[in-house]
Nanobody
Framework: QVQLVESGGGLVQAGDSLRLSCVAS????????MGWFRQAPGKERKVVAQ????????DSADSVKGRFTISRDNTKNTVYLQMDSLKPEDTAVYYC???????????????WGKGTLVTVSS
């Protein structure tokens, strides 16, 4: 089973940018669909963005469209989430997820990282 480790979270101000990274190990990275979820305090975990194995197809939640970009580098076993124009409501723990199918990113089976905290102050 693939192991995932996120990094890049931190405290930023509204309007700032941040790039999250997720490094995968223990599996053939290029065979996995990858995604990012987030969970705000007291709320359920929700999908933010998804990407297919080659990086040719992506999707993102309406709340982040035009501000967040998911990408991947299969030579580095890494998926990224570029977050621009951050808002206080983007404050959450961000989780990396891997699955063998596109649907699996949201329904399972899937593997989770432990998350990285992003705090956006106003």
């Amino acid at each position: 089973q693939v192991q995932l480790v996120e990094s890049g979270g931190g405290l930023v101000q509204a309007g700032d940018s941040l790039r999250l990274s997720c490094v995968a190990s223990g599996g053939t990275f290029s065979t996995y669909f990858m995604g990012w979820f987030r969970q705000a305090p007291g709320k359920e975990r929700k999908v933010v963005a998804q990407i297919n194995q080659s990086g040719s197809s992506t999707d993102s939640a309406d709340s982040v469209k035009g501000r967040f970009t998911i990408s991947r580098d299969n030579t580095k076993n890494t998926v990224y989430l570029q977050m621009d124009s951050l808002k206080p409501e983007d404050t959450a723990v961000y989780y990396c997820v891997a699955a063998k199918t596109w649907a699996g990113l949201t329904t399972g089976p899937r593997s989770w990282g432990k998350g990285t905290l992003v705090t956006v102050s106003s």
